[in-house]
């Protein structure tokens, strides 16, 4: 296949500067993005590496942190995950508190606010240094030891996080929060904080391509019943409100993050990044879908 040329074309079909959309500003740090930045990265299961644009700056990964967040806690907690956060999507915005309260303080699933927050919690729970140890863990499947958070992010989130606040605390009250609040909610403001360009997004999640193995080593750091329910929850839960026009457009599992960053698996093919700024109303890259559709449209070729 390609994938350079179908990069080529897709650059050439997708304007983002004409998309609609708005870069987000409920966290002050990223409305200082420009809205025209527009990268794509593809690493293939074998190595091969494709791109255009600005696939090598750094962006915040945002919601996309859920995943690896989740991938750590599976590794302590195992199955016991499931007791205290659900599989099932939302069909609700991100942060929304709706159905906490119907729920009794269970999330739907783990790649929501409210279950990103639970899952957070086992973490702090179980490790040290929960921020040293999940860097650890992020640089080790990164392959990668640039990676880091980005304090200023992480900082303006958490001067300004009062829906998360709200969150927690609700899902406290439930019982379903065990540690200190703050405690809790600063690890997570940290986690979304983590930046990365396109090119370490997609060099980071060919683990999920690779059935939870590092194609290096072959290390295995997920089983590979692990990592297919990994991506069966991107493919259900990963896009929000939104996860159903992401299958029915892209057809492959994915996360997106506020900082305008996709990343989808094609399992046992490649993982590939996208970073466009602009959001819709649903939170999602507008441009970041537009190309990913393109990408199944344009190999003829998706998980479907
Ligand atoms: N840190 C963001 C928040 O909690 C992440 C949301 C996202 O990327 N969808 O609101």
Partial sequence: MDYQGILNEIKVNVDCTKLPGEVASYIPELAKISPDKFGMHLYSVIGEEFCFGESQERFSIQ???????????????????????????SGDPFNSLVQLEYENGIPRNPLINSGALVICDILVSHLENPKAEYLQFVRKI?????????????????????????????????????????????????????QMSCKELARTFVLYANHGCLIETGEQILSVKRTKRINALMQTCGFYDEAGEFSFRVGLPGKSGVGGGIVAVYPNMYSVAVWSPKLNEKGNSTAGMLALELLTNITGSSIF
């Avoid at 919601?63 to 750590?72: A, G, Q, R, T, W």
């Fill in 63 to 89: 919601s996309i942190s859920k995943v690896l967040s989740l991938s750590l806690a599976l590794l302590y907690e195992g199955e016991n995950v499931w007791k205290r956060v659900g599989v099932e999507p």
């Fill in 142 to 194: 990164a392959q990668n030891d640039q990676i880091d958070f980005d304090e200023k992010v992480a900082e303006s989130e958490k001067a300004e996080g009062h829906h998360n606040r709200a969150m927690i605390n609700l899902i406290k009250a439930y019982g379903n929060i065990k540690n200190d609040v703050e405690e809790v909610l600063d690890f997570y403001f940290y986690t979304c904080s983590v």
